[in-house]
């Protein structure tokens, strides 16, 4: 055993070393390090700005912001911008209040599939932006029944088509966003 502890290396990496088995059992530090074992190579100040947009752009608590990259730490990797507009279509398009946000771990979506599902029962009748009062008409299904399940799934109980639909919506859909993005870059 004197051996393998000579082997370690200095005492504080020994005491570091054994502390890991201890946070990785709480399966946070696991899952960050399984989602995105590039957190030990990020720049510190890569990932102080994605906090930063959290808390001020995006008005998210520490609390909040500490689950967020507990549950979604991709949010590390992803483009400013895109983050904080995949924020702002949660919050202004779709109705969604911060805690919704984060417990539905949202941010961990691609923006395709949120605004792919999102739009589709939209066009279905089956969502509704919320007014400025937070009321609809009728009642949307919950972000967990639209994103935190498979398509198939989505399809069955949530938007009640066929995959065939569905498939013509996409390619419909991204039509429609490329002649949206050609018109804007010809203005």
Do not use: W
């Not at 504080?12 to 399966?27: A, E, F």
């Not at 417990?103 to 949120?114: A, D, F, N, V």
């Not at 088509?161 to 859909?173: P, R, Y």
């Amino acid at each position: 055993m004197a051996a393998f502890s000579r082997q370690m290396g200095p005492p504080g990496c020994r005491k570091t070393s054994s502390g890991l088995p201890v946070i990785l059992h709480y399966g946070k530090l696991k899952r960050v390090l399984y989602c995105c074992p590039e957190i030990f190579t990020m720049r510190q100040q890569d990932i102080n700005d994605t906090v930063r947009l959290l808390k001020e752009k995006c008005l998210f608590t520490v609390q909040q912001v500490t689950r967020i990259l507990h549950s979604c730490p991709s949010v590390l990797r992803e483009d400013l911008g895109q983050l904080e507009y995949k924020f702002q279509y949660a919050y202004f398009r779709m109705g969604i209040k911060h805690p919704d946000i984060v417990k539905s771990e949202y941010l961990q979506y691609s923006l395709t599939k949120i605004k792919q599902r999102h739009i589709y029962l939209e066009r279905l009748g089956r969502y509704q932006t919320p007014d400025k009062k937070g009321q609809t008409q009728i009642p949307n299904p919950l972000l967990k029944d639209i994103l935190r399940v498979s398509e198939a799934e989505f399809l069955a109980r949530t938007a009640c088509t066929s995959v065939e639909e569905f498939q013509v919506f996409k390619k419909l859909l991204a039509r429609e966003e490329e002649e949206s993005e050609s018109s804007t870059s010809d203005d």
